[in-house]
């Protein structure tokens, strides 16, 4: 297993990419299950997930070609199992999203139960929920869920819970039942715009996404598309602690300000300075941080996304912070890890209050999570001697190169190969 190894103390200075969203390339990818050609996907993140799911699309019958420029032509999925199997479902639980465009497009999908993972118990009730609502027939057994429906038909239904997947799940085998539907309590999240924008292109009549209503008058059939993925907001939140930290002064190009006021908002309340420029923001980090109180919110309020490394922010600003956590029930394992590197941060149920600052200490950590890797990354660029991660297998889920590109902004940063751990 590979290993990153960081000696602490440098200041980022410089410009910096923000790749496609993986988190919008993803259900993307599923999106071309419902349609009748060839889709092609530009500025594709290179990330582990990103292949997982072009694995699960080969074993329904797509072909797929290319890399940052992705090609996926869906025609000889008809004939074949339309089955997601547990091996590829809990790796990556996003596989799940194949289940609306299945069952909408071809009427039946067996896919793996995901079962809980790292950050949570993680259920897909509403998912289940929201299909069965547009008529579909759903057999829960031997681990599988078991859907089928002659032809999907459009229903109302109102999500107990706000879920980015189900909301996405629901809406793709909305756009091809039969008549209109309405999807109340839905996530507003800019790759729930996205996927929308793109199933319009591809033809499906879908109104309100970004809103908490999406209404969606269906139709038989969707063509082929090509799209440039949106940028990664998470990524670039991420980029932007680490130069706010290490009072960098970094240019972050394409970062998606417009999907970003909630992070920006908690980066200046700390003082750092944001700035838009260009088509990128510009942050630049001060001498002195300042506390500040986060809470966990659906889109548009902080993402769940971005805790782990605001907190990190948090434990080297001089004062108490509370950082509260409200979407998943267990993403607090990076706390552990951070507090054997010096920080002191008291976690109280879903609340961690954290007390800085913090004079970071390097030793050896192990990654948990895609988003608590990032978070002891950015801890050991502000660390005094060297912090080992192990474990790193985690951060390919969702950071392309992210030791070279944090190495081209001035970090002393390098990846061993092979390393044991
Ligand atoms: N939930 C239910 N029932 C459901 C679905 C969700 O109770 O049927 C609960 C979940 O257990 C959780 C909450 O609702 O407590 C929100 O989960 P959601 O369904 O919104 O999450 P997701 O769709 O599984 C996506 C992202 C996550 C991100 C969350 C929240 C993708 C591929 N994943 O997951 O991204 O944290 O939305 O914004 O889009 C990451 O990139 O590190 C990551 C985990």
Do not use: W
Not at 391 to 401: Q, S, W
């Amino acid at each position: 297993m590979d290993k990153i190894v960081i000696e602490g103390g440098k200041r980022l200075n410089g410009t910096i990419a923000v790749n496609g969203a993986k988190n919008a390339a993803l259900p993307l990818q599923c999106a071309v299950l419902l349609a009748d050609g060839v889709c092609t996907f530009r500025r594709v993140p290179r990330l582990s997930d990103i292949e997982t799911m072009n694995r699960l699309l080969q074993s329904l019958g797509c072909d797929i070609a290319g890399e940052q420029t992705l090609t996926i032509d869906p025609r000889g999925v008809n004939e074949g199992p339309l089955e997601a199997a547990y091996d590829l479902v809990k790796t990556m639980r996003a596989s799940v999203t194949v289940m609306g465009p299945l069952l909408a497009r071809y009427g039946r999908a067996k896919v793996s139960l995901p079962g809980g993972c790292a950050i949570g118990a993680r259920p897909i009730d509403q998912h289940l929920r929201g299909l069965e609502a547009l008529g579909a027939d759903i057999e829960l057994s031997h681990g599988y869920v078991h859907a089928q429906a002659r032809r999907l038909r459009g229903a109302q239904f109102v999500f107990d819970t706000i879920t980015v997947g189900g909301t996405q799940n629901v809406m793709m085998a909305a756009a091809l039942a039969k008549g209109s539907t309405r999807l109340e309590n839905v996530a507003r999240e800019p790759e729930v715009q996205e996927l929308a924008l793109v199933l319009n292109k591809m033809g499906a009549k879908i109104d309100g996404a970004g809103t908490p209503v999406i209404e969606i008058e269906g139709v038989d059939h969707l063509r082929g598309v090509e799209h440039v993925i949106l940028p990664d907001r998470i990524e670039a939140g991420t980029f932007m602690v680490a130069a706010a930290i290490t009072r960098g002064n970094v240019l972050l190009e394409h970062a998606p300000l417009d999907h970003m006021h909630a992070v920006v908002t908690k980066l200046e309340e700390a003082g750092v300075e944001c700035r838009a420029e260009g088509h990128g923001i510009r942050v630049i980090g001060p001498d002195r941080l300042t506390p500040i109180d986060v809470s966990t919110q659906p889109h548009p309020g902080f993402p769940t996304d971005m805790q782990a490394q605001i907190m990190v922010l948090a434990t080297v600003a001089h004062g108490q912070s509370t950082i509260i956590e409200t979407i998943f029930e267990n993403r607090f394992m990076h706390v552990p890890e951070l507090c054997r590197m010096g920080a002191q941060i008291h976690v109280n149920a879903n609340t961690a209050v954290v007390r800085g600052p913090t004079h970071y200490g390097g030793t050896t950590v192990m990654a948990t999570d895609l988003r608590a890797s990032a978070s002891l990354v950015l801890a050991g660029l502000v660390a005094r001697g060297k912090t080992e991660i192990r474990r790193v297998y985690h951060l390919d889920r969702g950071y392309e190169a992210i030791d070279v590109r944090l190495r081209e902004l001035g970090a002393e940063i390098q990846r061993y190969h092979g390393a044991r751990g």
